[in-house]
């Protein structure tokens, strides 16, 4: 079966630090992969999507950015937090034709 | 713009009672439709996905889909209080596509 592993599952970070969070996808091939962002009390905000390796689609141009290195294995990144940035980050995967989504367990970030 | 509407709520219902969550979408051409379950803090979870007119049952969800009114709903029958959650609704606008246009969120509350 497929799982998707997504961590840290918190994270306290000052102003002007750097960010990494990772995800990785077992069980399926190709797939489809994406972050999300929840601020509190809002709804789902689209940052990045990937169809493939290397491929990555910007949906909010900010200071965070997406890589794909591996098949099944989706960072997102900044090189310097803003307040604005605290928020709940989700990863999700879905099979290459579309299809409901698996979200990962989520990294609740506070920038401080 | 392709918007997709829920009431925010909270719906409050008896424990017991038959649950009705609505959602309604402005493209007409959408194709595929989910509902996920976010509890308070957790990352959402998919419980139903429907794709075509009528209605999917599911144990005690049941989706219900009317593609010419442009609208899809979700009940729980015997709501329990452990069904209290944010209901977020997803409409895909077009066959093969990946990226869907997520609701905000109803929340529902079920009292003992």
């Known amino acids: 079966s497929q799982t998707i592993h997504q961590w840290p599952a918190t994270l306290v970070q000052p102003v002007g630090s750097p960010l990494s969070l990772e995800c990785t996808v077992e069980?399926?091939?190709?797939?489809?992969l994406y972050w999300y962002r929840q601020a509190a009390g809002r709804g789902l905000q689209l940052l990045f999507y990937?169809?493939?390796?290397?491929?990555i689609s910007s949906e909010v141009p900010q200071n965070l950015s997406a890589s794909r290195p591996q098949d099944r294995q989706f960072i997102l990144s900044s090189k310097k937090l803003l307040l604005s940035d605290s928020g709940f980050y989700l990863c999700?995967?879905?099979?290459?034709?579309?299809?409901?989504?698996?979200f990962g367990s989520g990294t609740r970030l506070t920038v401080v | 713009q392709k918007e997709v509407e829920q009431n925010s709520g909270p719906l409050s219902v008896p424990e017991g009672a038959i649950a009705s969550l609505n959602c309604t979408y402005s493209?007409?051409?959408?194709?595929?439709f989910f509902w996920y379950r976010q509890y308070s803090g957790k990352s959402p979870e998919l419980i139903m996905s429907?794709?075509?007119?009528g209605d999917k049952e599911d144990g005690r969800f049941t989706a219900q889909l009317n593609k010419a009114s442009q609208y899809v709903s979700l009940l729980i029958r015997d709501s329990q209080p452990s069904d209290s959650a944010t209901y977020l609704c997803a409409v895909n606008p077009r066959w093969g596509s990946y990226i869907p246009t997520f609701g905000r969120g109803t929340s529902l509350i079920v009292h003992p």
């Open positions: 990937s169809v493939g390796i290397g491929q």
């Open positions: 493209d007409r051409g959408s194709q595929s």
């Open positions: 999700a995967w879905s099979v290459q034709q579309g299809g409901g989504y698996t």
């Open positions: 069980g399926t091939s190709n797939p489809n």
């Open positions: 429907i794709y075509s007119n």
